[in-house]
């Protein structure tokens, strides 16, 4: 399966907190945008892979986008876990035979929609009734019980995640899509930031967003004609740990060794290209720490070396592993991580707003907290 | 919109924890192989699966595994006692087994009561029971 396939179209609509377009029809703009990107016919497209928590179906965007015969449609689950799962699965049913054109996408109004927490009751079952009824709420307040365990355990302190926050930041202050490009954010703002749940302060949070973002995946033999240069999937990965829960990961033998892990190990195990190799990430950060988690579990560091492995503008263009170069889900918009699929394309394009030089692989991960999914992308 | 607290429906699952939790005890299953504790409550022990776990008693000790200091914006009945805290407790019997609590003053204390800056990972805690509603009794702690 490595780089039987390429992603060869991307794009996505405007970011903004709210958006006046549903969540269908920002799909359907999205998608069509990324096959006029890729040089593709609507009416080619016979493979669907989607988020389980999207609104629209593929029934939904075929009828709108005139596509064809469809041939393989699936999902992926656990939100900002999905990702790069959904465009691995097109991978595989492209590299076998099930469809020839796949489009991946993710459309969401979770800016101008309601927050779960403060209007209806969320659903009080399964793990959540662990945890719910002593106020453990919402996914900030599920992150910040393993962050609190991750400053102890290994050393660190509040600087290390504004490390992440203000290198994602000025990511975002030269991308022009992105919603904090015209936001600077600065040690002293972040450290009198409101508090969400200590540890985590507002900054330590991703954007509220409308928006749909869409790429579309080919062979690689079609790829070579397609009007972009191709981004080969080289190699794809899921991972669901043993006895491992989804955000309330208290009850593994190990929280800190997250999803991450697993995932990497069987990414690695198919990938000819190394975490040594890798110039530059796209990493899951609805939450600061899931960046300082994931460093880690992708191997660009030991256990419990994330944190200082932020140090020293490590993570910003020039540093050691520049990071979400669009500014990711804390600073350009937050569509459960889709936005790392398509700034991953641009970086081995060369039309990345941080571009970074030599950059010929790209890592993108899904978020540590979920049963989770990774993608190494190679020019 | 809701206004009280966010309370977990009966299951066959969670039914005994609940029933124990009323009597003033804390219950959780073991695995019938192994000895070795489960939790969340679940139909097979992961360590035995053609085994059914079995419900046993605990001695309601631990220490804080981590905790939170939760902030608004909140469900109403939860914004009403803020800022207060979330604890993990590692239990006595098996550190690797961690329950979700608060860390209150006294036996009756409020969820709001206790000052943050007083909590710390690694000190030991004992379980106390808490009314919730009509039918609840809460399992939270307090420094032993």
Redesign the interface.
Known sequence: MKDAAAIVGIAETPFARTLEASEKSLAVQAILAALDDAGIEPAEVDGFASYTLESTDEVEIAKNLGVGDATFFAQVGYGGGAGPGCVGLLAMAIATGRCRVGVAWRSRKRGSGG?P??????Q??A?A??????????PV?EI???T??YL?EVGATRDHLANVALAVRKMANRNPRALMHDEPLTREQYMSA??????LCLYDNCLETDGALACVVVSAERARDCRQAPAYLHAVAQGLPR?SHAM?N??C?D?LRGPSWVCAEQLYRDSDIRPEDIRVAQIYDAFTPLVLFSLEGYGFCGRGEGAAFSEGGALEVGGRLPINTSGGGLSEAYVHGFNLINEGVRQLRGTSSNPVAGADTCLVTGGDGVPTSALILRS | MTNGPLLPPFDEENAPFWEAARRGELRLQRCSETGRLIFPPRQRSPWAPHTQPVWSALSGRGTIWSFVVVHPPLLPYYAERSPYNVILVALEEDVRVRLIGNLVASEAGDIGEVEPDGIEIGARVRVVFQPVGAEIRLPRWILA
């Open positions: 927050r927490w403060a209007g209806a009751a969320p009080v079952t793990s009734s662990w945890t719910r009824p002593w106020g453990l709420l919402r307040d910040a019980m393993l609190r365990r102890y409101r508090w969400i749940s200590e540890p006895q309330v208290y009850w033998d929280p």
